[in-house]
């Protein structure tokens, strides 16, 4: 099992996704007659924060013509968890159609979990680092979701609630006046996400018929069955082109085909059950 190559690229979306919640951020500069006089775009990157104070402690000289500009953003990926509150059965599968061949795979359950990010805000102005963060905490309620396209090749999309745990500041400022300032607002996210194992051909292809079974007593060991449902697909174009759509159409349906049903009842009276396994009556 382990050791089968696959990569939805799940972790890589979810950072992209997070990311692309703060990418549109606008700190403005106005007069004291509400005349906006600058707009700046708060530019965002991936890395820790400590990496960009370091950059500003290794530019403390104000007057030189090249510093790092502030204010800015970083956001980097902190922790993977798995999150037992949002388990599902181990065995259980799903099925879906592949994209770009046609064919059916059958898919286990995703497995959930917990992605911790964080996300630091740095500021030479108090008013800045406000302006930004009322921009962002309105929307987190505690949670925002954004909708990610996991597996593209099965188009399988999901909400990703993005929940906001924790906000703090730091107000880093040390030395004299020609010492550059920080102001640094932190804040911790957990991204809920799924991820996948390997998707595998279906072998049994299509459904092809169903059977249900109905009881009228809830008494799961003395009730008997009453009734029969039974439906099966059939086609609504000529597969085989022999001029007429039959049942030997009906054997050449592929998923994500068109198709109708055929239903029947039957009403049953003498005491015996289907038994899935031998496909028969006992």
Known sequence: ??????YHEVIRKTIIGFGTLFNNMEVRHQTSDGTTVDIKRVPLAYGPAAKFIARLE???????MVAITLPRMSFEMTSIAYDSTRKSGITQTFKAVDNTTNK??????PVPYNIGFELSLLTKINDD????????LPFFQPSFSIT???IDSIGEKRDVPITLTNVTFQDDYEGDFSTRRALIYTFQFVAKTYLYGPIAENPEGLIKKVIVDQYASVDT???RREMRYTATPTATKDYNSDGVIDSNDNALIVPGDDFGF???SEFFDDGRDRSPTKQSDI
Not at 1 to 6: K, N, P, S
């Open 1 to 6: 099992m382990l050791g089968t190559y696959f």
């Open 104 to 109: 059916l795979k059958k898919v286990f359950m």
């Open 129 to 136: 680092a406000l302006q930004v963060v009322e921009q962002i």
């Open 221 to 223: 060991v003395n009730a």
């Open 58 to 64: 290794q530019q403390p000289d104000l007057n030189k």
């Open 262 to 264: 055929s239903e029947t």
């Open 148 to 150: 990610i396209n996991l």
